[in-house]
């Protein structure tokens, strides 16, 4: 589905703002949210689109009241990849669209092969999170290499944002001991983890 941008929102009770992004899931290829701006206060939250009932380029009609908006996420642009975040910018799905309305979710899956067999869980974290190692802070997610069938996250991708000599470090899931909004703790130590494998990332296709 293509989300209008700088259209008006409406709720069953009236115009509650405008959507200012698309949120897309480039492992399956599809919009999976959109962000709304309420007229009110300029707040931003996170509209899933099976919330949508009907939009054109002058509307975009939800299945809700206002309240009820004011319920969902907050929109976080750093909790999200921009088109400059890859090697080559993703595709636009139509014509005239500014690319930089356009947010994708920090996900990858890995080559066939590299990442069989691994533990994945559901994962109530965001890009940006510090991880900590049992001796300290060794960076910050990236992105997030997961399970393209369950969704389920697999590792945690840290790239610019390590202290190792690696460019990507790649963290499974099962060395995690806790997970918090604010940070995740590891199970294991420093030189455990500059001693983990790295996970070979599948490049999208316009990454080649």
Not at 6 to 22: L, Q, R
Not at 97 to 105: E, K, N, V
Not at 148 to 162: A, D
Request: net charge negative.
């Amino acid at each position: 589905m293509d989300i209008p941008i700088h259209t008006n929102v409406t709720c069953h009770d009236g115009p509650v703002g405008k959507s200012t992004h698309s949120i897309v899931d480039l492992v399956n290829e599809k919009v999976t949210h959109f962000v709304v701006k309420t007229d009110h206060d300029h707040q931003e939250f996170v509209v899933p689109i099976d919330m949508i009932t009907d939009s054109d380029r002058t509307v975009i009609l939800l299945d809700c009241h206002k309240e009820d908006v004011y319920q969902l996420p907050r929109f976080e642009k750093e909790n999200y990849n921009g088109y400059d975040a890859y090697d080559h910018a993703p595709p636009i799905p139509a014509t005239g669209i500014d690319a930089s309305s356009m947010m994708y979710h920090p996900y990858r899956t890995a080559e066939a092969g590299a990442a069989e067999e691994q533990h994945a869980v559901d994962l109530a974290v965001s890009k940006g999170v510090k991880v900590l190692a049992t001796d300290g802070e060794v960076g910050k997610i990236d992105e997030f290499v997961i399970d393209p069938e369950t969704h389920r996250v697999t590792h945690l991708v840290l790239r610019q944002h390590n202290i190792f000599d690696k460019w990507i470090v790649t963290i499974p899931v099962s060395e995690i001991e806790r997970a918090d909004p604010d940070y995740v703790e590891l199970k294991i130590d420093k030189a455990a983890i500059k001693e983990l494998p790295t996970v070979v990332l599948k490049r999208f296709p316009w990454e080649v």
